[in-house]
């Protein structure tokens, strides 16, 4: 029996942001499967990945083709179907994301208070659970503005696994470190992705060889998306 696809991109997919597309063939992610997308080596297409995370995290629309999660097309989705489906996703992103006037532990707990069933005393157990498993403890109490940018994506990526959704979307390397050895978040995630219930895909602005071969090493793969421009030339005056 074969596994229904967690993405699927049945006539691939086109991004356009300010005059250039992002072109992708068409491809299918199930669980247990890990996606690296990144530009041509030489580019930097931080617009373009960051549209394409979007329109992998039902937030964003695509030029052409049809972004099927879980199943479902997601343009053809209304407001309260979209956040069901948003329960599903775990989604990082590359700058921000947190809520500022909220505590690490409160930006943790608050996917639990909207989309989990569960009492008090087992939303904080999972709270802790993860600010042990993402190696955060310390940061519980602090807000945003007080972190840098390698603790924001560790809070981020622990929020973004709470729920143990089936679908993660990344913007972002993290805090990865350069080096072939596994970071805390990275660890983490990892570990969640290796049971096998859910797929992944990262998006990246730039090409990262090293990045590349460290995820390659760990069972995902890489796919270079083509860019072009949509700016038609100027004609000269005659």
Not at 7 to 27: C, K, M, Y
Not at 38 to 53: H, I, M, R
Not at 104 to 124: F, G, K, T, W
Request: charged share 15%; aromatic share 6%.
């Amino acid at each position: 029996m074969t596994a229904e696809p967690i993405l699927d991109l049945p006539q691939g997919l086109s991004i356009e942001v300010q005059n250039r597309r992002a072109t992708l063939p068409p491809l299918q992610l199930v669980a247990g499967q890990r996606l690296l997308l990144t530009p041509e080596v030489g580019l930097a297409e931080t617009q373009l990945a960051v549209a394409l995370a979007r329109a992998f995290g039902s937030l964003g629309g695509a030029a052409e083709g049809t972004v099927q999660l879980l199943g479902q097309p997601v343009s053809s989705l209304n407001y309260i179907e979209l956040l069901r489906l948003r329960a599903r996703l775990g989604y990082v992103q590359g700058r921000g994301g947190l809520l500022a006037n909220r505590t690490v532990r409160d930006n943790l707990l608050l996917p639990l208070s909207i989309h989990a069933q569960l009492l008090a005393v087992e939303e904080h157990a999972r709270v802790d659970a993860q600010l042990d498993a993402f190696d955060i403890r310390a940061l519980a109490d602090l807000r945003p503005h007080q972190l840098d940018r390698e603790q924001q994506f560790a809070v981020c990526a622990a929020r973004a696994a709470i729920l143990r959704p089936q679908w993660y979307v990344l913007e972002t390397t993290g805090d990865f470190s350069g080096t072939l050895e596994t970071t805390p978040a990275w660890r983490a995630l990892l570990q969640i992705w290796q049971e096998g219930a859910s797929a992944a895909v990262l998006c990246l602005s730039r090409a990262n060889p090293l990045f590349e071969q460290w995820m390659i090493g760990q069972g995902a793969t890489v796919q270079r998306w083509q860019t072009t421009s949509t700016q038609r030339p100027q004609q000269a005056n005659s």
